[in-house]
């Protein structure tokens, strides 16, 4: 595994060009926001990007296989796997699993108490297949999608929210039926204090109002 640097963008170019945007050119996040938290860290937050590959070293000739990005967010003490991608000549062999473990490992050995990420509602989504299946990749890995509402705050770029993600949370062994809602409504609050400045809109207030005490994961095979 290979953690991106401050010396690194010009590796950090091509696997945002070659690998994470034909997978995410639907809702992408613009390269300069991961450029300026590699160049100059932002206190709100701890920005991670780790690459699989070969020769990464070589920001020109490396072969980049896949990457994962995860974040730390130290007032909630939760952890935000933002993007999980695999590139289609290196799947199918365990290296998102690889990843994804790495990243929460990561993110456990700082201590968070919730890691969250997020995906595509297939009741939503334009392939619900596509959709169902990258739920039922989560599942396998013990994560459950919570049962509650969650707009995605806008990225930047004039992207908007996106309203079709559902927030979905990742365990080390068998998923509870319930995680602690101050847990994810103190998330989703520092989350938009970081992406958009703030939480007190009317629509983010109402979304974080009706987080209860208890969120309940929904079971594995909800969306089929």
Do not use: K
Request: with cysteine; proline share 6%; net charge negative.
């Amino acid at each position: 595994m290979y953690v991106i640097g401050p010396g690194d963008l010009a590796l950090l170019e091509r696997f945002y060009r070659d690998v994470y945007l034909p997978a995410f050119a639907h809702q992408r996040e613009p390269l300069e926001a991961w450029t300026t938290r590699l160049v100059t860290p932002d206190a709100a937050y701890e920005h991670t990007i780790v690459l699989a590959g070969q020769d990464l070293d070589d920001a020109a000739r490396g072969r980049i296989d896949g990457g994962v990005v995860f974040e730390r967010y130290p007032r909630s003490r939760c952890g935000f796997v933002t993007y999980l991608v695999v590139s289609p000549a290196s799947r199918r062999g365990g290296l998102g699993t690889e990843l994804l473990r790495h990243a929460c490992a990561a993110l456990r050995a700082r201590g968070v108490a919730l890691i969250v990420a997020e995906v595509h509602d297939p009741d939503q989504a334009d392939d619900r297949e596509v959709a169902r299946r990258r739920v039922a990749f989560f599942e396998a890995r013990h994560a459950r999608v919570l049962d509650v509402a969650y707009v995605q705050p806008d990225l930047g770029a004039g992207l908007g929210r996106d309203h079709a993600l559902r927030l979905l949370a990742l365990f080390d062994g068998a998923p509870p039926p319930f995680v602690d809602g101050e847990v994810v409504r103190a998330f989703v609050a520092e989350l938009y204090d970081a992406v958009e400045g703030g939480h007190d809109d009317v629509a983010t207030r109402a979304m974080l109002e009706a987080i209860g005490p208890r969120v309940a994961t929904l079971p594995s095979g909800t969306f089929g």
